[in-house]
């Protein structure tokens, strides 16, 4: 019996998904690492429901892993509900951190700085 809650395996996912995506993230500002994990927090939800909704899974099903395809996530953003609001967030944040991730913050302290603000302009919580 899995007693975790699902809670717990939406930020496990989270984490996983987070790390392959953009490395480790522990050193950016607080406030952009809770940025981070509340898009993708969201976008997991709403991706684990679309996944379960396509594959007539039961609402409390979680995957062992879970893996983003890029054809589903694009259909999410055409979806008329919050789901295309997400996905597009998760989309717009993923290219705002590898733009970031360019920036050497040392030698572009403003431009890193700017571009983390613009970054947290997005913040919806």
Not at 34 to 61: M, S, T
Not at 76 to 82: A, I, K, L, P
Request: one cysteine or more.
């Amino acid at each position: 019996m899995n007693t975790t809650k699902p809670d717990s395996r939406i930020q496990r996912y989270c984490e996983a998904i987070i790390a392959k995506r953009m490395g480790d993230i522990s050193a950016l500002p607080d406030r952009l690492v809770k940025h981070v994990f509340c898009v993708y927090e969201d976008f997991i939800a709403a991706y684990l429901n679309v996944l379960r909704q396509k594959e007539g899974k039961p609402p409390d099903w979680f995957p062992e892993s879970l893996f983003i395809d890029p054809a589903l996530g694009d259909e999410m953003r055409h979806f008329f509900s919050d789901y295309q609001h997400i996905t597009k967030a998760f989309l717009i944040l993923n290219k705002q951190m590898d733009e970031l991730r360019k920036i050497d913050k040392d030698k572009q302290p403003n431009l890193y700085e700017h571009t983390v603000a613009n970054i947290l302009s997005h913040e919806h919580r």
